[in-house]
């Protein structure tokens, strides 16, 4: 038995051996028959080679000329989009700024509010109807008032909040109500809150803190947080924070520009405060970003195309992203296509 398995070994091996002999002599054949003799099939081959030749470049080429104009639409497109969001962070920095220039700038409002927060509500009720007999006029301009107005013009605006650091209150300010509340919780928690928002000016709202949310359960949003000063003593007598709805940023982009890529929203302290992906949004953003690189190729997650705009005096940064995976995903077509017609036209060549 092992005599035989090692014959019928023996005798597979010669059988290729002459099947490549075989081969061998058959293409020596056809180069004698056809090409050796025969110029004109000579020149055939040739002109067929030399054609897979410069079909292979003119794709190649093209591919190379279509994927830079694929990644120079998309990263102008981010651009725009990051463009068309720096103006509608601009515009709520600046509708937040002229609420406080409003507010100091009339001594009545700014007395008013001082007091408030001074106050105990009862007094502050008080007050309010002493300052109503004595001026005598039916419409008394109050902060709450300004206020509710800014959210009625404000679309993205959620609420404003006052908080008072002398008695521990705060009131919350919507466009359907308004409710005072004592601040419940340890006095440490709420002094470590207001030194957070000191540093940051925005910054995310815990979604249990954000208003309308319940369990953790409600949507992303932003704020901005400023202190109240008294203006004749600058003593340190409150907060304001503005709530903005993230939602409304998504619904501005799309409305405005074709969005490609990523976008992010980034305050000074690196927090990103929106991402069109959701996936950093409240987290510090993990990579390092210098203006001097936007528009150069950036180790990211991968290989990306960075736009980087400062939004005015805000304290905010657009920050728009094209990974090399979209400009990869968005020419797969194209070198599918670029593909099947080089092969077609060698095909023809061949025939």
Same mark, same amino acid.
């Given at each position: 038995?092992?005599?035989?398995?090692?014959?019928?070994?023996?005798?597979?091996?010669?059988?290729?051996?002459?099947?490549?002999?075989?081969?061998?002599?058959?293409?020596?054949?056809?180069?004698?028959?056809?090409?050796?003799?025969?110029?004109?099939?000579?020149?055939?081959?040739?002109?067929?080679?030399?054609?897979?030749?410069?079909?292979?470049?003119?794709?190649?080429?093209?591919?190379?000329?279509?994927?830079?104009?694929?990644?120079?639409?998309?990263?102008? =497109?981010?651009?725009?989009?990051?463009?068309?969001?720096?103006?509608?962070?601009?515009?709520?920095?600046?509708?937040?700024?002229?609420?406080?220039?409003?507010?100091?700038?009339?001594?009545?409002?700014?007395?008013?509010?001082?007091?408030?927060?001074?106050?105990?509500?009862?007094?502050?009720?008080?007050?309010?109807?002493?300052?109503?007999?004595?001026?005598?006029?039916?419409?008394?301009?109050?902060?709450?008032?300004?206020?509710?107005?800014?959210?009625?013009?404000?679309?993205?605006?959620?609420?404003?909040?006052?908080?008072?650091?002398?008695?521990?209150?705060?009131?919350?300010?919507?466009?359907?109500?308004?409710?005072?509340?004592?601040? =419940?919780?340890?006095?440490?928690?709420?002094?470590?809150?207001?030194?957070?928002?000191?540093?940051?000016?925005?910054?995310?709202?815990?979604?249990?803190?954000?208003?309308?949310?319940?369990?953790?359960?409600?949507?992303?949003?932003?704020?901005?947080?400023?202190?109240?000063?008294?203006?004749?003593?600058?003593?340190?007598?409150? /907060? /304001?924070?503005?709530?903005?709805?993230?939602?409304?940023?998504?619904?501005?982009?799309?409305?405005?520009?074709?969005?490609?890529?990523?976008?992010?929203?980034?305050?000074?302290?690196?927090?990103?405060?929106?991402?069109?992906?959701?996936?950093?949004?409240?987290?510090?953003?993990?990579?390092?970003?210098?203006?001097?690189?936007?528009?150069?190729?950036?180790?990211?997650?991968?290989?990306?195309?960075?736009?980087?705009?400062?939004?005015?005096?805000?304290?905010?940064?657009?920050?728009?992203?094209?990974?090399?995976?979209?400009?990869?995903?968005?020419?797969?077509?194209?070198?599918?296509?670029?593909?099947?017609?080089?092969?077609?036209? /060698?095909?023809?060549?061949?025939?």
């Amino acid at each position: 038995m092992p005599g035989l398995r090692k014959g019928c070994t023996l005798g597979a091996e010669v059988t290729i051996i002459e099947q490549g002999v075989f081969h061998i002599f058959r293409l020596r054949q056809f180069y004698l028959n056809h090409l050796k003799r025969k110029m004109f099939n000579k020149i055939v081959v040739l002109y067929s080679t030399v054609m897979i030749v410069l079909f292979a470049i003119a794709a190649t080429l093209v591919y190379q000329y279509q994927t830079q104009r694929i990644l120079r639409e998309q990263t102008d =497109a981010n651009l725009k989009s990051a463009h068309v969001l720096n103006i509608y962070l601009s515009r709520q920095y600046e509708g937040i700024q002229n609420i406080f220039q409003q507010i100091y700038g009339d001594a009545t409002l700014s007395d008013e509010l001082i007091y408030f927060l001074n106050n105990e509500y009862e007094s502050y009720l008080k007050y309010r109807l002493d300052l109503y007999t004595r001026t005598g006029e039916q419409r008394l301009r109050s902060f709450n008032t300004l206020l509710k107005n800014y959210l009625e013009q404000e679309s993205s605006a959620r609420s404003v909040s006052i908080y008072s650091y002398p008695n521990n209150f705060y009131m919350h300010i919507s466009r359907t109500n308004q409710q005072l509340n004592n601040e =419940a919780g340890s006095k440490n928690k709420w002094e470590t809150w207001f030194a957070r928002r000191e540093q940051h000016s925005w910054d995310t709202m815990p979604q249990n803190e954000s208003s309308g949310s319940s369990g953790g359960s409600g949507p992303r949003s932003y704020s901005y947080s400023r202190e109240l000063k008294d203006p004749w003593t600058l003593n340190r007598v409150g /907060m /304001m924070n503005v709530e903005f709805d993230a939602r409304q940023i998504s619904s501005w982009l799309e409305s405005r520009a074709s969005v490609k890529g990523r976008i992010l929203v980034l305050n000074a302290q690196g927090t990103v405060i929106y991402d069109s992906e959701d996936e950093y949004y409240g987290q510090t953003y993990p990579y390092h970003l210098e203006q001097e690189k936007a528009g150069d190729w950036v180790e990211l997650d991968e290989p990306s195309k960075v736009n980087i705009l400062n939004v005015g005096n805000a304290g905010l940064s657009v920050v728009g992203i094209v990974s090399q995976s979209l400009i990869k995903e968005s020419t797969e077509s194209l070198r599918t296509g670029l593909i099947l017609v080089t092969l077609v036209f /060698m095909a023809a060549s061949f025939a």
